[in-house]
């Protein structure tokens, strides 16, 4: 059995810099990964299946769309492997809720395959196959801090800020990433800003967050509640929304934010940059 970490992705800043032709938008965007998320399962069998446990398989269907099962036949696409396995989703982060969700886990499918044919992570063929999976498959490939440019996926690494506490809040209103690009009214707002990594967070901006918060006004409500959550060093919402997160000075505030959180009725996740 191969067992895959699919760890929750953060934009700690979004900058959204113009419309493409190709119906996508040029970003400039700070990727950072939670230690916890999602864990994909792969395991040898006489034929094909796909399951989904965990506490929200019940919002997805493990059907030919699902993001695992497109990993898996692009995969064997591109390299030509007709092996058949059984892959098993346990799906513990909120489903549509800019953290990656369903890159991660392709993501994690695919860094699966590779181990199993012995192909390395970072092969230009993997990472082929991840950026035709969608925009953030190859930041969550790699699952290491960096910056994302283009669709997001020309990643350049960065250091990263590993062992900060981090607090992950959804209030359970699922977004669609294109309905929430598609209300950027588009304005430049101007580039990442120069800098350490929590710098260039701290100055920079999430231009979904507006587009998104008309679409789910309770992202105010949530941010607001991170915003003045003692302990705090910077809130964002993360990707298209509607999940937010804090970093904070030290564990104990962290969870007193979650405790918080939690008694509004909405989901939490307290962790750590990783
Ligand atoms: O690539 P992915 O399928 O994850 O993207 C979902 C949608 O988000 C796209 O269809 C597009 O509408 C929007 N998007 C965008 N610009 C990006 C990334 C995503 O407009 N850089």
Avoid: Q
């Amino acid at each position: 059995m191969i067992t895959e970490p699919a760890p929750a992705k953060i934009n700690l800043a979004l900058h959204v810099r113009r419309r493409r032709l190709d119906g996508y938008h040029d970003l400039e965007t700070l990727f950072a990964f939670a230690r916890d998320g999602d864990v994909v399962r792969v395991v040898p069998a006489n034929r094909d299946r796909f399951t989904i446990d965990g506490p929200f398989a019940a919002g997805l269907s493990a059907d030919a769309d699902n993001l695992v099962t497109r990993a898996l036949n692009a995969f064997r696409a591109a390299f030509g492997f007709a092996d058949r396995c059984a892959i098993t989703l346990t799906k513990n982060l909120p489903v549509a809720s800019g953290i990656g969700g369903g890159s991660a886990d392709a993501a994690a499918t695919l860094r699966a395959l590779a181990r199993r044919h012995g192909i390395a992570p970072d092969d230009p063929r993997l990472v082929a196959v991840a950026a035709g999976l969608g925009a953030d498959v190859p930041a969550c490939l790699a699952g290491s801090t960096a910056m994302g440019t283009g669709r997001g996926d020309a990643l350049t690494d960065l250091p990263g800020l590993a062992g900060t506490p981090l607090l992950l809040v959804n209030p359970g209103v699922a977004v669609s990433t294109a309905a929430v690009f598609a209300g950027w009214d588009g304005i430049d707002r101007g580039p990442l800003p120069e800098g350490d990594l929590l710098a260039r967070a701290r100055a920079g901006r999430n231009d979904l967050e507006t587009p998104a918060r008309a679409l789910a006004p309770v992202v105010g409500d949530v941010r607001a509640l991170l915003d003045a959550a003692p302990g705090a060093i910077l809130s964002r919402m993360s990707g298209s929304g509607a999940t937010c997160f804090a970093l904070f000075a030290n564990e104990s505030s962290r969870d007193a934010a979650a405790g918080d959180a939690a008694a509004r009725g909405w989901w939490t996740l307290p962790t750590t940059l990783s």
